[in-house]
């Protein structure tokens, strides 16, 4: 797909302070690799703090490696789409701080759904990975916006990252507590097939996240799969976010090219790779 130039603010046009408010961290000592992590509140919820018993798998992600050889860095923010990470700035002060031989996980989806331009978030996107556009007047950002399709933000992400020498690899996004039939509902026909396309599209390293943790929810049902969350369906409580975080390292260790594999703790090291069909 075409990736036609648009420029991101360089702060948040919604709030110069937000940045600030978040506590998005950096990287503890710049001479080590860093792991990035960008994505939404499934990955990092609120301030990272379990605020309302709900956790995203990125703060317990960091127990699996050894952090005197590897920066872990959680940049994700709640309530973002692939869309206003970028537009809001997020994804411009995050590929600032990268540096070449990073990693960077990306996990978006969940906020993709919505409106295009409501006064309320306006923060969809275009389904698929298609070159399809729709001009808009954003009336939060008080810009005229061109918005694109999931798909091509996906690429933009890991074309701003190959540039910054650094290794992207793409992730479907976590299951939903949601149940048909006995088993969890996938997103492989959406989301999570995008993902996959654009992953295979730019040759890089992919994760499928909501396959690996729905399988273990089948295996767990229903009653078990509960009390792994901390809201009717979407966000996780503790125990979900390790679990989680558990199938983010099983999924990186069944890569082709595992570029993490040097920095897992002993707790990393003891997790089994994802096996697939």
């Not at 872990?72 to 600032?96: K, M, Q």
């Not at 939060?140 to 399709?149: D, G, N, S």
């Not at 299951?175 to 088993?183: E, F, L, N, T, V």
């Amino acid at each position: 797909m075409a990736l036609a130039q648009q420029v991101a603010p360089t702060v948040s046009p919604t709030d110069p302070s937000l940045h600030e408010k978040l506590g998005l961290p950096q990287p503890a000592d710049n001479r080590l690799p860093t792991l990035f992590l960008v994505g939404d509140s499934t990955v990092r919820n609120g301030h990272g703090d379990g605020a309302n018993g709900q956790w995203g798998w990125g703060e317990p992600l960091v127990d699996f490696f050894d952090t005197s050889r590897i920066n872990v860095v959680n940049r994700a923010i709640g309530g973002r789409s692939s869309r206003t990470y970028i537009t809001e700035g997020h994804w411009a002060d995050t590929l600032a701080l990268m540096k070449a031989g990073d990693i960077v996980l990306f996990q978006f989806g969940h906020n993709d759904t919505g409106p295009l331009d409501d006064t309320f978030r306006a923060r969809g996107t275009l389904p698929g990975v298609g070159d399809e556009s729709r001009e808009i007047d954003n009336p939060i950002l008080k810009m005229h916006e061109t918005v694109h399709t999931y798909g091509w933000y996906m690429a933009k992400y890991v074309t701003d990252t190959l540039a910054k020498g650094a290794i992207p690899i793409l992730c479907s996004p976590i299951p939903r507590k949601a149940w048909k039939d006995g088993k969890v509902v996938r997103n492989a026909d959406t989301f999570g097939g995008w993902a996959r396309q654009v992953a295979l599209q730019q040759h890089i390293g992919f994760i499928d996240l909501n396959e690996i943790i729905a399988r273990r929810y089948d295996l767990l049902r229903e009653e078990k799969v509960e009390p792994l969350f901390a809201d009717p369906h979407t966000h996780t409580s503790r125990a979900g976010a390790e679990l989680n975080a558990e199938c983010v390292v099983a999924g990186l260790k069944s890569l082709t090219h595992d570029p993490v594999d040097r920095y897992f703790s002993a707790k990393g090291k003891a997790v089994a790779a994802y096996a697939g069909d």
